[in-house]
């Protein structure tokens, strides 16, 4: 099973910790973000993982090249534009598997999530994808019918509403995104955009189409450590061991 990890981004929340390094090395328990994700998605069964690059992409390439981590890694280089999650994908899609499914995770998220539990959920269901959510605190929520199908995506904060099937259908599930998910090796062929762009914007304009489902993980234990204080809480929360 392959997965594609998203650690491009420039970690502009972690402040000072990424000023001369990439996300994906800012350490958490004594050890840098991207091994945590391998480790988990080896642990997953995962053979081979697909890394972006962008911000300080020479120092995380040089660092995964540096020895064996158990599983085949390949780079997909965005040093030319960091394009987003949905850019990224596609941009990746050529080093992508055409026969099987294919995890995609945050390098910035921590989490108990039984990622094998996940992929049986998504081939069992025929799903194009299947989007890790949980019951949790967050402003931008993804909204699902009574079978857990992507209908819609809304901002609490701002009240702004989108609707991915027609405006009859009912959404009794607000659940927010948790970076995490499956999609079967078809989907990037069906991606129109181009440029930069988000996954959920994808999602949400091949829902009406596709059946794009969720996987409810409420209760487990989750964490973005996109900041330092998010970073702290994770380390204090047990869910990674300190050094």
Same mark, same amino acid.
């Given at each position: 099973?392959?997965?594609?990890?998203?650690?491009?981004?420039?970690? +502009?929340?972690?402040?000072?910790?990424?000023?001369?390094?990439?996300?994906?090395?800012?350490?958490? !328990?004594?050890?840098?973000?991207? *091994?945590?994700?391998?480790?988990?998605?080896?642990?997953?069964?995962?053979?081979?993982?697909?890394?972006?690059?962008?911000?300080?992409?020479?120092?995380?390439?040089?660092?995964?090249?540096?020895?064996?981590? !158990?599983?085949?890694?390949?780079?997909?280089?965005?040093?030319?534009?960091?394009?987003?999650?949905?850019? !990224?994908?596609?941009?990746?899609?050529?080093?992508?598997?055409?026969?099987?499914?294919?995890?995609?995770?945050?390098?910035?998220?921590?989490?108990?999530?039984?990622?094998?539990?996940?992929?049986?959920?998504?081939?069992?269901?025929?799903?194009?994808?299947?989007?890790?959510?949980?019951?949790?605190?967050?402003?931008?929520?993804?909204?699902?019918?009574?079978?857990?199908?992507?209908?819609?995506?809304?901002?609490?904060?701002?009240?702004?509403?989108?609707?991915?099937?027609?405006? +009859?259908? *009912?959404?009794?599930?607000?659940?927010?995104? +948790?970076?995490?998910?499956?999609? +079967?090796? *078809?989907?990037?062929?069906?991606?129109?955009?181009?440029?930069?762009?988000?996954?959920?914007?994808?999602?949400?304009?091949?829902?009406?189409?596709?059946?794009?489902?969720?996987?409810?993980?409420?209760?487990?234990?989750?964490?973005?450590?996109?900041?330092?204080?998010?970073?702290?809480?994770?380390? *204090?929360? !047990?869910?990674?061991?300190?050094?």
């Amino acid at each position: 099973m392959q997965a594609f990890v998203f650690a491009a981004g420039m970690g +502009s929340r972690m402040r000072g910790l990424t000023a001369d390094r990439p996300k994906a090395l800012v350490e958490a !328990g004594g050890r840098p973000l991207i *091994e945590h994700a391998i480790e988990k998605l080896r642990r997953a069964g995962v053979t081979e993982i697909v890394v972006n690059l962008h911000h300080f992409a020479d120092l995380l390439e040089s660092h995964l090249r540096g020895r064996n981590w !158990g599983v085949a890694i390949r780079f997909s280089d965005e040093r030319d534009l960091l394009r987003d999650t949905g850019g !990224g994908l596609l941009h990746a899609a050529h080093l992508l598997d055409r026969h099987g499914p294919i995890l995609l995770c945050n390098v910035d998220v921590l989490t108990d999530l039984d990622l094998g539990a996940l992929v049986g959920a998504h081939l069992a269901s025929g799903a194009i994808a299947t989007l890790a959510v949980q019951r949790r605190e967050s402003s931008r929520r993804l909204l699902f019918d009574e079978n857990l199908r992507l209908v819609g995506w809304t901002n609490l904060s701002t009240g702004a509403v989108r609707r991915a099937v027609p405006e +009859s259908a *009912e959404a009794p599930h607000s659940l927010a995104f +948790s970076g995490i998910q499956v999609i +079967s090796p *078809e989907l990037p062929g069906l991606v129109r955009q181009t440029g930069v762009f988000s996954l959920v914007d994808l999602y949400l304009d091949l829902a009406a189409q596709y059946p794009i489902l969720g996987y409810d993980h409420t209760g487990g234990t989750w964490y973005d450590v996109g900041s330092p204080e998010k970073l702290r809480e994770a380390e *204090e929360g !047990g869910i990674i061991p300190t050094t």
